[in-house]
């Protein structure tokens, strides 16, 4: 018995206390998402109003409407606001398994993937948003007049914008995968044809149900993917570099 507790001891937390630490964040974790979403609810008027300075005017078909539009963006702010500390609770649950190293890459990685996000969200709110919005509309005509309800305006900017702040996350995550000895740029390049298959796939489930938008993500991750593989190339150099 006293051999058994000396060896918990040294390896670290039992099972129990492993199982209590995982309660503990995931109850954090609930509870950041929680007030991220009333923090989102406070300021969805604002964050409204900002995201409709492209069509101008909107109506609401159903008296719920405009209540469910506003609970939509605060479930969006508070997942967006939520999610680093998500991120930290996560890696703070799994560092003791790795080496130091990977907890470097790790806590160098969390910085650098909100970075990334934001860009992503950025770029597709200024640049591809317009474009997609702009595209569709051409399709109006004397007797066709487009009265787009505000469901269904931000339903269309959530699932076009936020996608591509998940997928900037592309160049970091082969970075850390490549930096770990996990992924090698020979394997990016031998399986490019499949990976760019895949690339379309995701932007057709990722984006409204039209070609257009799904083309308009598909390409900038298509760019991404080779910038992953140039990136990968300079790392392992280095790598190589520093063990001669």
Do not use: W
């Not at 406070?42 to 005017?57: A, C, Q, T």
């Not at 394997?187 to 039209?210: E, N, Q």
């Amino acid at each position: 018995m006293i051999k058994r507790r000396q060896t918990q001891s040294e390896e670290g937390l039992t099972l129990v206390e492993h199982l209590a630490e995982l309660r503990s964040r995931i109850i954090i974790c609930i509870l950041t998402l929680i007030a991220g979403v009333l923090v989102g609810f406070y300021f969805s008027g604002p964050i409204v109003k900002f995201l409709m300075r492209l069509p101008g005017e909107l109506v609401y078909l159903y008296p719920g409407e405009a209540f469910m539009m506003h609970l939509t963006v605060a479930l969006a702010v508070g997942i967006i606001l939520g999610s680093p500390i998500v991120l930290y609770q996560v890696i703070r649950f799994i560092v003791p398994g790795l080496l130091e190293r990977e907890r470097r890459l790790l806590y160098l990685g969390l910085p650098l993937s909100a970075v990334l996000f934001v860009v992503g969200v950025s770029f597709a709110y200024q640049v591809i948003l317009p474009l997609a919005y702009k595209f569709f509309l051409g399709f109006g005509t004397e007797s066709l007049e487009p009265m787009i309800s505000i469901g269904n305006y931000i339903s269309f900017v959530l699932r076009l914008v936020l996608p591509f702040g998940l997928v900037f996350q592309l160049p970091l995550i082969v970075l850390l995968l490549t930096g770990t000895g996990i992924l090698r740029p020979e394997t990016l390049v031998h399986y490019r044809k499949y990976m760019i298959l895949m690339i379309f796939i995701a932007a057709a489930v990722l984006t409204p149900p039209d070609i257009i938008s799904q083309s308009l993500m598909a390409l900038p991750m298509v760019l991404l993917y080779e910038l992953s593989i140039i990136l990968a190339k300079v790392v392992v150099r280095r790598k190589q570099a520093q063990q001669e």
